[in-house]
């Protein structure tokens, strides 16, 4: 459902990381839809596995449906609080902290009217694909796009190899490299087909 690895205990752990957040802006705001978006939107999430903990080794990317907008900074303290319950629902069950670095929450917000007119990029390009995990699913007011512009190929790729930067450090030479080595390889080879 949300990874390739299709192990329900996987999903159980990331469906209860999904309620983490979900309790998180539901109680702050008043949503018409949240939207889950990215790898775990199209079962393509990317885990680490400890001792049976999952470990996200993707963000989980979120779209609010809402009326309006609120401001950036209740939106980043949403995102702030999601990832230290689940950083804490991990540890709770791993008691180690080495691989929690680089899993975020992104929330992003759009209004109905927002959402009929996103612009032609892979991001809003890809929500066709996604899972509401919360209210009315709204997706099928997306534009339908006939190509997107190349300067989103270069995007793709800068994107992923900025995460090789993030993991190459002496310290931290480890296992993720190679992960995260092989995401930029294959956002190059995708980059070329845009």
Do not use: W
Not at 12 to 33: A, F, M, P, Y
Not at 49 to 72: E, G
Not at 103 to 108: P, T
Request: with cysteine; glycine share 6%.
């Amino acid at each position: 459902m949300y990874t390739l690895r299709k192990e329900k205990e996987a999903d159980r752990q990331i469906s209860e990381h999904l309620d983490i957040i979900k309790k998180e802006i539901l109680s702050k705001l008043k949503v018409k839809s949240i939207i889950l978006i990215g790898t775990y939107s199209r079962g393509e999430g990317s885990i680490f596995l400890d001792n049976r903990t999952i470990i996200p080794a993707n963000d989980y990317d979120l779209y609010l449906v809402m009326d309006k907008c609120p401001h950036d900074n209740l939106i980043f303290e949403l995102q702030e609080k999601s990832v230290k319950k689940i950083r804490e629902y991990i540890l709770e069950k791993l008691g180690d902290k080495r691989l929690l670095r680089g899993f975020n929450v992104d929330i992003k917000c759009l209004t109905l009217n927002q959402l009929q007119n996103l612009a032609p990029v892979l991001r809003f390009y890809e929500m066709r694909d996604t899972k509401t995990i919360y209210g009315n699913n709204y997706t099928g007011l997306i534009p339908k796009y006939g190509s997107l512009p190349l300067s989103e190929g270069l995007r793709l790729i800068f994107n992923e190899i900025s995460h090789i930067f993030d993991y190459m450090t002496l310290k931290n030479f480890d296992g993720k490299v190679n992960y995260f080595l092989s995401k930029a390889y294959l956002s190059i080879m995708t980059s070329f087909l845009i």
